[in-house]
């Protein structure tokens, strides 16, 4: 037809196209620009790019799926020929993707260590801009009962009081708790304000009789753990 983009995807071989690749050789052998392409579904008329050339513009523009992920809608249609449907996508499937990796199989969620905890709350936490402070209750065999955000903050730090952390964990009848923040930074090294946090939750726990178990700080892709370093 008449001024039909010939880069379509339809006029690739059919071994090349990203939705028959990936039933034909599934989905570990794409590329990221490959999938996010599956994702967004279809080009850009006005540019005449195909779906494909439409993520690797998005991946030369925000570098990383990692830096996709912490974009917001409004910044991702900065990039020609993405709308917010297409956004919308793109951050449903990074957000999917989050929630699977941190939930393992099985209907109880055991937080027996500090890794345990990175590996459930990392994937929400390391890529933010901005401060989230989460307490995590736990019953007495260390299974998860329920994680609440109690506070939001900007890259400064945020102020947390033992009541918000302890109202939650006594209505929950919760047998200890943890806390986990971020530090948008990247760098999990705790501030004093970090450790004058952890001593007072630390000791008011301790006077009501819910165990503090951890206080651990994500950073990029590191962490830190006060009960490994023997601070609690």
């Known amino acids: 037809m008449p001024g039909e983009n010939k880069s379509a995807i339809k006029y690739w071989p059919e071994d090349e196209r990203p939705r028959e690749r990936l039933i034909k050789y599934g989905s570990s052998t794409m590329s990221d620009a490959h999938l996010l392409g599956i994702l967004i579904g279809s080009g850009d008329r006005r540019s005449k790019k195909n779906a494909v050339d439409l993520s690797r513009d998005l991946l030369n523009a925000f570098g990383t799926l990692e830096n996709l992920d912490q974009a917001t809608v409004t910044e991702m249609c900065q990039i020609k020929g993405i709308g917010a ?23 109880k969620v055991k937080l027996k260590s500090s890794r345990a905890f990175v590996e459930q709350f990392s994937p929400f936490l390391k890529n933010l801009k901005k401060e989230i402070v989460k307490i995590v209750l736990l019953d007495p065999k260390l299974q998860l009962i329920k994680d609440l955000t109690i506070s939001e903050g900007s890259l400064s730090a945020s102020i947390v009081h033992p009541r918000e952390v302890m109202i939650p964990a006594i209505r929950e009848s919760a047998a200890s708790f943890a806390l986990i923040h971020n530090h948008p930074s990247g760098d999990p090294t705790p501030s004093q304000k970090d450790f004058e946090i952890t001593h007072r939750l630390n000791q008011t726990g301790k006077i009501i009789g819910i165990h503090m178990v951890d206080h651990i700080i994500i950073g990029g892709n590191g962490f830190f753990s006060f009960a490994d370093e023997g601070l609690l």
């Open 85 to 107: 449907a297409k956004a919308a996508q793109i951050k449903a499937a990074l957000e999917v993707g989050k929630r699977m990796a941190s939930k393992p199989t099985g209907t």
